[in-house]
């Protein structure tokens, strides 16, 4: 959530880092404001609109004089959508100008400290409380205001400042929230993501929790809170500013539906050599491996959804107990886990606050800890024993689509691994399913050839009030990332329910015209699927299918039918996923909805 942005160096700060908001959007924001240093004081632009807005205000930036500064996106949290409330904050002196991403929890307390000494307060944020604690321990020396600051502080931050009496140094600290330091040429950066510094350099520093960074545009220093200096060798960006572009597209989340089979194929292929499944840099050793006795997924949203497919996946190639569970509800219950559990930690960005914390209370108590992540250096995937990433690229749109896939890949590409190395499923199985794996980006193009079929249906359909998923086993699994991607970005009521759950309570809310799409593609279960059809047909309901080419029967009793390419039920969520995406993407269309940056959703959920 929210995203930062800092420069310094020898060009105009302001262009730069309202370039770096735009490339932020897609993480969600309600407001937007920019700080910029100049003759030793601070000239600060805010916005409750479109970073286009504030580009407007300052003439594409040209208009903000200054060599460094510092950027933000802000997503509500504490205190209402304002220009107030907006950051960059200033203490109350006017020396310092900070953003910040996360959550002071004690920051009640800390403001109830400081109005009792007589500062008065012109936000209802929590980050106000940063900045003027910063005022009141700074006595000439930056780094020691911050470092007495971040000490007093409870909760998730990543902290931009600025000093006017610095006006060469920009200052970064983070504690549970993401931030990057880019590193150029004369010039450095600062952000919460690496699609804002992309297209100016490729070499980055991640930053690590208890750390601050001084820097100006020729020096990077990382230190301690305590001043101790901090060696660490930059990392690469291997992927180039062309991957965050439209590419033509009207929106990201069309382009990334588009680039699913490629991403499948980068997933997958450096993974199968000589029909087994190899990951470079897993420690997870085949004793460790054997002695495990359960599994348990974790993950928030889309990564939830993964794991419940996974579930089913990993139950019948190694005959294991698996459990799903919601990252924001484990980390609040007592677990049981031990030594020989193996939890496995999914989130695309590696900094989904819910899923990290999940990730630390398992490893507490023994567990081995798989993460399962996109982004490379990420906190889980540095907190996590083991790492595989899914090399998906940058995902722009908040509703997530090939992340989600690249996501499958993995699971599947782990649950033959770890099926090979227990010797729990015969090996024919293990090589049909691997070159089932290599059958499915042509499976998925020849999805993308019903696109006008699906927007012509979106296009009768995109008025529903609300509209119930339904499906069985990893029919299940799919319907509830169906269910999410339409209510994401079309703000359509949806829900998505095991289809047998039907007659205990759901079907009384299925009446005349109701729309049901039923996921029907999972063979071994299709009777009980057209046995579901009828009972909501019998109510009254529309129902929209998902089945198999050539399965005629499931025509008989929907009314609409979206047919997907014969796929094997294991690995069915890969190409049944594609149809619902699209639909979903043509519903939000058409009631002319937000859809790269849907109301209220960040793409990185950095805070509880």
Known sequence: MCGIIGFVGNKKAAPILLNGLERLEYRGYDSAGIAVIKNGEFEIEKT???????????????????EIGIGHTRWATHGVPSEKNAHPHLGFKGRFAIVHNGIIENYFELKSELEA???????????????????????????????????????????????????????????????IIGLGEQENFIASDVTALVSHTKNVLYTKDGEIAVITKNKVDLFSLKGEKISREPTFISWNVDAAEKGGFDHFMMKEIKEQPDVIVKTFEPRIKNKEVFFEGLKLSDEKLKSINRIIITGCGSAYHTGVVAKYVFEELLKIPVEVDLASEFRYRNPVIDKNTLVMVISQSGETADTLAALKEAKSRGAYILGIVNVVGSSIAKE???????????????????????????????????????????????????????????????VFKMEDTIKSLAKRHFKMGSVFFIGRNIDYGTAMEGSLKLKEISYINSEAYAAGELKHGTISLIEKGKIVIALSAFEPLRDKMMSNIKEVKARGAFVIATDIKGNSETHKEADEVLYIPKTHPLLLASVEIVPLQLFAYYVALYNKCDIDKPRNLAKSVTVE
Do not use: M
């Open 48 to 66: 409750v609109e479109r970073i286009s807005a504030l580009k407007e205000a300052t003439q594409n930036g040209e208009a903000v004089k200054g």
């Open 117 to 179: 000494e007589g500062i008065a307060f012109a936000s209802e944020t929590d980050t106000e409380v940063i900045a003027h604690l910063l005022e009141k321990y700074y006595s000439g020396d930056v780094f020691g205001a911050i470092s007495k600051t971040v000490s007093l502080l409870k909760g998730s931050y990543a902290l931009g400042i600025l000093c006017s009496e610095q006006p060469e140094t920009l200052y970064a600290a983070r504690n549970f929230s993401p931030l």
């Open 384 to 446: 996590a024993d083991d790492v595989i990433y899914t090399w998906a690229g940058p995902e722009i749109a908040v509703a997530t689509t090939k992340a989600y896939s690249a996501q499958l890949i993995v699971l599947y590409l782990f649950g033959i691994y770890a099926a090979e190395k227990r010797k729990s499923a015969s090996a024919n199985l293990l090589n049909i399913l691997l070159d089932e794996i290599r059958s499915l980006p042509p499976k998925i193009e020849s």
